[in-house]
């Protein structure tokens, strides 16, 4: 993510954020850094460090989320005593993950953060996966259940002429919860579970007919939020347009970054996933 997309975020959600901290001339600014333990998120991504204020919280929908020496502190309903409790002990704390802060050279597959994905109708990559796991309800094993964080794409055409067609892709993330059935299918599990999304997507690039033309630029797109739910999840993350000639197919780039939580309600929290990777995708 660019330091430009970085200042809209700040700006949008108006939070004082680690980055801000980092970047600030203030006469305060080292007292703050040692006083809040910031020095721990020194090699965050950039991304991470826009999002966390200087208190090491983040807010998504009304779960407040603390992070502490690897683990994160979810706090619903924006409980502030609560939160003070478990910042002077931390055993008042019942729903929790943990986290990890490497280099940005560490965290990233390749230099430019991004992955190409076929752009064909119906394209999918599910590299994202927990599990199977036994899932547990009061107290009870409640049959095999696995999480699923994929991205899809949908393509069609618009008109066509000689030695192409003009077309619309739309490439979509979809958080999923599956079960295993008696046939070892995995359908949709349908059971209450507590979902955390902050996710970006920054400057997606539609390249209708691969490298021949040039790309069209879908925009950022900023997932922040929070979800009790038993379906699927799906957010749109980008849509592009141009013409698709004859013996070319059409791609994705994208750079997908951020973490998305999963726990089933009831469940073991040693079930629960915490996925974040700068980039996801």
């Not at 020496?69 to 993950?97: A, M």
């Not at 957010?235 to 994705?252: D, E, I, N």
Request: glycine letters at 8%.
């Amino acid at each position: 993510m660019d330091q430009k997309s970085l200042d809209e975020w700040e700006k949008k959600y108006r939070i004082n954020s680690i980055r801000q901290m980092f970047r600030s001339e203030s006469a305060e600014k080292e007292a703050i850094i040692t006083e809040n333990k910031l020095m721990e998120f020194e090699n965050a991504a950039e991304f991470m460090l826009a999002t966390l204020n200087t208190k090491r919280e983040i807010q998504i929908g009304d779960t407040i989320i603390w992070y502490n020496e690897g683990i994160k502190h979810y706090v619903p309903g924006k409980d502030e005593n609560l939160l003070s409790r478990i910042k002077e002990n931390t055993l008042f704390s019942t729903l929790k993950g943990e986290y990890s802060i490497g280099t940005l050279e560490e965290r990233k597959p390749n230099k430019q953060g991004r992955i190409i994905m076929s752009a064909t109708n119906g394209s999918l990559d599910a590299r994202w996966q927990s599990g199977p796991f036994t899932m547990y309800k009061n107290g009870q094993p409640w049959g095999v259940r696995k999480f699923v964080h994929e991205l899809y794409v949908t393509t069609q055409t618009m008109g066509c002429f000689p030695g192409g067609c003009n077309t619309q892709s739309t490439i979509y993330l979809r958080v999923k919860a599956e079960y295993r059935d008696s046939r070892g299918n995995w359908p949709n599990a349908g059971d209450a579970r507590s979902v955390f999304i902050n996710v970006s997507s920054i400057g997606p690039e539609y390249l209708s007919s691969g490298s021949l033309i040039a790309p069209y630029y879908a925009g950022n797109t900023f997932i922040y939020n929070s979800y009790v739910t038993t379906n699927n999840l799906v957010f749109g993350l980008a849509v592009g347009y141009g013409p698709t000639y004859s013996g070319y197919s059409p791609q994705w780039s994208v750079d997908v970054s951020g973490y998305i939580y999963q726990n089933f309600n009831g469940d073991l929290l040693s079930n629960a996933w915490n996925n974040e990777a700068y980039p996801l995708w």
